[in-house]
């Protein structure tokens, strides 16, 4: 992905990168949950949710794991401008992945096996006005089609939903608008991954660097630079060089120039994907990450330093993870720092 992206306006928290798919779902679940309201900031990974997966609203509320009237493409009948899915577990709600155009920024979180992950939507229309989830219009998922029924299911709650993890796996799923019997919005596809309990690589990284890959060299590179300047490296089980200062509300673009034991420059896109983490026990709010293949965006949330390990992944799963390099957020950027404000 170029680095000639829009830049971010009020999307901060973007944290992982998704596939791109389609569709539209049938069947109306209404009603609204009376005691999750939107806004409120209490839900969190388990909240609303038991062993049967009925929620304190009752029956009413029940799962989607069908292609209903799935459509093949992205639509939109009501004008719709910006589309932003917020992650209801945080108050405020954050905002994790947004639309432009025909694909997604930023990514779902991870919805773990057995529990839920409750969702909700920023949404402007063509005039700028705050479009409203209400009872007269629903948020909605569903499955991409030819997608798997068994790795997620869905409850609707008017405003906002919960996907619900059914087993590990990854699968591609579409928010929708959804108003009366039919759908009369439906985004790209966007990848919902569900994994174990103890499975952490997407958060937090592994307590050591290791490697599967057979990886020789591994340089981090600042693409605010034409060309790209190194700015540090591995040697052994440490680093040299510094990662460049980010800008509080700003983000700095990096990639990776990778070389693999036997001398082969080690390509990252869409089988392999570069990713950063925060190391383990490290503090959450100082940055947060946007993920585009073969490069990442590190985000500035708040002034402060942070340990960040960088990794490389395949399908669902980490294959090589570096020792931890720091990550310092700063109110205004030395002017020899240069950073990426093209998101």
Not at 299 to 316: P, R
Not at 320 to 329: G, K, L, M, S
């Amino acid at each position: 992905m170029s680095s000639e992206e829009p830049t971010l306006s009020r999307r901060k928290v973007l944290l992982t990168s998704a596939p791109i798919g389609a569709l539209a779902l049938a069947g109306c679940l209404g009603g609204d949950d009376d005691d999750d309201e939107a806004g409120s900031g209490d839900d969190d990974a388990g909240d609303d949710y038991d062993d049967d997966h009925d929620d304190d609203n009752g029956d009413d509320h029940d799962h989607d794991d069908d292609h209903d009237d799935v459509a093949d493409e992205e639509f939109d009948e009501l004008g719709i401008e910006e589309f932003t899915v917020l992650d209801r577990a945080h108050d405020p709600h954050e905002e994790v992945a947004y639309v432009h155009g025909d694909h997604w920024h930023g990514s779902l979180p991870e919805i773990p096996h057995g529990d839920n992950v409750s969702l909700g939507a920023d949404i402007e229309d063509e005039d700028g006005d705050t479009f409203e989830l209400d009872g007269e219009f629903e948020l909605r998922v569903a499955l991409a089609p030819d997608e798997p029924d068994d790795v997620v299911s869905f409850d609707y709650h008017g405003d906002h939903v919960h996907i619900i993890g059914e087993q590990e796996g990854v699968v591609d799923i579409v928010f929708q608008i959804y108003h009366d019997d039919h759908a009369d919005y439906q985004s790209a596809p966007i990848t919902a991954q569900v994994v174990d309990d103890d499975h952490g690589h997407d958060d937090e990284g592994e307590d050591e660097a290791f490697d599967d890959l057979g990886i020789d060299e591994f340089t981090v590179l600042d693409r605010a630079h034409d060309p790209h300047e190194e700015a540090a490296y591995i040697h052994g089980d440490h680093w040299h060089g510094d990662l460049p200062q980010i800008e509080a509300g700003e983000n700095v673009s990096l990639g990776a120039d990778i070389t693999d034991d036997d001398g082969d420059t080690f390509e990252l896109g869409d089988e392999y994907e570069l990713r950063a983490v925060l190391a383990p026990d490290e503090p959450e709010g100082i940055v947060s990450f946007d993920y585009h293949g073969d490069h990442i965006h590190l985000i500035g949330e708040e002034e402060g330093v942070v340990n960040v390990v960088f990794q490389i992944y395949h399908d669902d799963h980490v294959d090589y993870q570096t020792p931890p390099i720091a990550a310092q957020v700063v109110d205004d950027v030395d002017d020899d720092h240069g950073h990426d404000d093209d998101y």
